[in-house]
């Protein structure tokens, strides 16, 4: 089977209006605490569904797996192609490959579990579903997520074997989970080395001395 | 509007079979499309729905996809996750409580919304229907039966809300409102030709029979939805009779907690009719 470097990248801000309105690439959002986060700005281009249902991400996760939305992800991603995905979803399946190893079974990711656009009806904020870089995981080998005990054991697998990652603990609240367990890595992008140069955007306020070094790069 | 004939021997006789196996009270409303006439016994008194409801919240779905909200192939989640809408709090449904298999077997995956409609209408899934009242939203279903003008049908919330349910947040129904709602699926005016057909195809996949159904001849065809809870029992169908148009009825009972003989009594009340209204065609020819 393929993996995703069968996939073209695409810098998401050269796409066409309509998909760059629903992903979003490079722009601002804000988290649930109205902090601001940069979405993300390359993406993978899925060209149909048995291309997802082939590629394979990791061993024992495809990228089917990381798209499966539902009606509530915008019409343009979930009813036509290519469908787009950013690239860090590589880097979430080399870490649920992992756990999977650790836990030694299958790991079930939910639908809308995955990768939600901007555009998608749960996203609300800024949250790291946005970037690919999170899973909700409902069922893993006969064990189903839905209650404190199985919730916080493998989160704690999770967390002992993945550094960096964050599970939700089990709870109601807000940033808690009761019936799936939420794995993500942040709001980390990933840019291919082979994926297309990044154009001068202008200054970022702020940041004076990175406009100067990118200046340099690019005389080179 | 006109009245089938002999309406008070019909009303006698529903009084008496209701009398006769102790229920609490007893509603039941007819729309004779043979002779387009009304009759009710306590048409407008408000019950519990029960499961019933599903029926206003098919109409409700029906109306989302008519508006170009979704479709019938659209996919949703399926999660037993849902909020209360007494407190917001979250609950589930209990698998124990739910006939139907199919939809908790896809947790975590997705079944399309035509799916759900069948499994919520056919073996009365309560995971079903949380996950369709959940996708459309309480008024945007509301809003549904609204511009239909059916009137005597409360849409509150959904199923297995207990938090609501202890607060007296409940989804009432008249048999009027019930039976007016039925009209709008056989008449094809339950926003289309094409959605009336469809909800009605589902109707007549009902599994649960024990109620209207059993109570006409076996060359009937029903398209039916039961309701029950410990208190009520109710069931609304469409009757298609060999040789004769159709009628919608709506029969609703309510019961104290452990009483025995709900469908029975249900099953003889639709007997009572069926004979009425064909004794009324006998003597009309």
Redesign the interface.
């Known amino acids: 089977m393929p993996d995703a470097t069968v996939l073209r990248m695409v810098d998401g801000t050269t796409l066409g209006a309509e998909y760059r309105a629903v992903l979003r690439p490079g722009e601002l959002m804000r988290d649930r605490s109205r902090r601001f986060r940069r979405l993300p700005r390359f993406f993978y281009e899925i060209p149909s569904w048995d291309v997802a249902l082939d590629t394979q991400l990791a061993p024992h996760f495809q990228l089917w797996e990381f798209i499966n939305v539902d009606v509530r992800e915008t019409e343009l991603l979930r009813a036509s192609w290519p469908r787009y995905i950013p690239c860090a979803v590589s880097l979430l399946a080399a870490y649920l490959e992992l756990f999977r190893q650790e836990v030694g079974t299958y790991v079930h990711v939910a639908a809308n579990g995955g990768y939600r656009s901007p555009a998608h009806r749960f996203s609300g904020h800024a949250s790291p579903h946005l970037w690919g870089t999170a899973a909700n995981i409902y069922r893993i080998g006969d064990d189903w997520l839905d209650d404190d005990r199985t919730i916080t054991r493998y989160g704690k697998i999770a967390e002992k074997v993945l550094p960096g990652i964050r599970a939700l603990p089990w709870g109601h609240g807000v940033g808690e989970t009761d019936d799936q367990l939420h794995l993500d890595l942040g709001y980390t992008v990933v840019v291919p080395s082979d994926a297309p140069g990044e154009e001068d955007a202008g200054p970022v306020p702020g940041h004076d001395s990175d406009v100067n070094e990118t200046a340099e790069v690019g005389a080179q | 509007m006109a009245e089938t004939s002999d309406p008070d021997d019909l009303k006698a006789r529903v009084e008496q079979i209701g009398r006769d196996a102790g229920a609490e009270r007893v509603a039941c409303c007819i729309f004779d499309y043979h002779t387009r006439g009304w009759w009710d016994y306590q048409g407008d008194d408000w019950f519990h729905a029960a499961s019933t409801i599903k029926v206003p919240i098919l109409v409700g779905v029906f109306g989302a996809i008519h508006r170009g909200q979704?479709?019938r192939e659209?996919?949703?989640?399926?999660?037993?996750?849902f909020l209360s809408v007494a407190n917001g709090?979250?609950f589930?449904v209990e698998a124990a409580r739910d006939a139907n298999a199919v939809v908790p077997q896809h947790?975590?995956?997705?079944l399309k919304?035509d799916e759900l409609c069948f499994h919520m209408i056919v073996t009365s899934s309560n995971l079903a229907t949380n996950l369709l009242v959940d996708?459309v939203g309480l008024d945007d279903l509301r809003a549904s039966v609204k511009e239909l003008e059916i009137d005597g049908v409360e849409l509150a919330r959904g199923v297995e809300d207990n938090d609501a349910y202890d607060r007296g947040i409940s989804n009432r129904v008249t048999a009027r409102g019930m039976v007016k709602t039925l009209r709008h699926i056989e008449e094809g005016t339950a926003f289309s030709v094409e959605a009336s057909a469809r909800m009605l195809e589902i109707m007549h996949e009902q599994e649960f029979r024990s109620g209207i159904p059993a109570g006409v001849p076996d060359g009937a065809k029903v398209a039916n939805k039961t309701g029950e809870i410990s208190t009520v029992a109710h069931d609304a169908a469409i009757v298609y009779l060999p040789g004769r148009k159709p009628y919608a009825i709506t029969v609703l009972t309510e019961w104290k907690p452990g009483a025995s003989g709900r469908h029975d009594t249900i099953a003889r009340i639709s007997r009572a009719v069926y004979n009425h209204l064909t004794a009324a065609g006998k003597k009309n020819a």
């Open positions: 979704l479709a659209s996919r949703v989640h399926v999660r037993n996750r709090e979250p589930r947790l975590g995956r997705t919304v996708l």
